[in-house]
Nanobody, 123 residues
Framework: QVQLVESGGGLVQAGGSLRLSCAAS????????MAWFRQAPGKEREFVAA????????YSADSVKGRFTISSDNAKNTLYLQMNSLKPEDTAVYYC????????????????WGQGTQVTVSS
């Protein structure tokens, strides 16, 4: 059974940093695309960043390029999202997701989801 558990969210001032973690069990990173999505109140769930095949390739949304970095520790089966230069518009619930297949930024294509972690950026 696949389980994804996020941690690391919180309240931070604009310009600050946070590091999200996603501990995965029941899957092997090298066979999955792992991704971060976020959803703000009243908005659609949106793609943030992804990494596939155990870290071979990374992808990120234009809105976070240069500020957020996705990485994975295959030995620990843990996914990370380092978020720097945070802005109030980054405020959302951040979700870890897994897809047994190639990269996609389309959230319905992801099979497994964590419970989410709240990130709030104050101005």
């Amino acid at each position: 059974q696949v389980q994804l558990v996020e941690s690391g969210g919180g309240l931070v001032q604009a310009g600050g940093s946070l590091r999200l973690s996603c501990a995965a069990s029941g899957l092997t990173f090298s066979s999955y695309t792992m991704a971060w999505f976020r959803q703000a109140p009243g908005k659609e769930r949106e793609f943030v960043a992804a990494v596939n095949w155990g870290g071979a390739n990374t992808y990120s949304a234009d809105s976070v390029k240069g500020r957020f970095t996705i990485s994975s520790d295959n030995a620990k089966n843990t996914l990370y999202l380092q978020m720097n230069s945070l802005k109030p518009e980054d405020t959302a619930v951040y979700y870890c997701a897994a897809r047994r297949g190639p990269y996609s930024s389309y959230h319905p294509r992801y099979n497994y989801w964590g419970q989410g972690t709240q990130v709030t950026v104050s101005s």
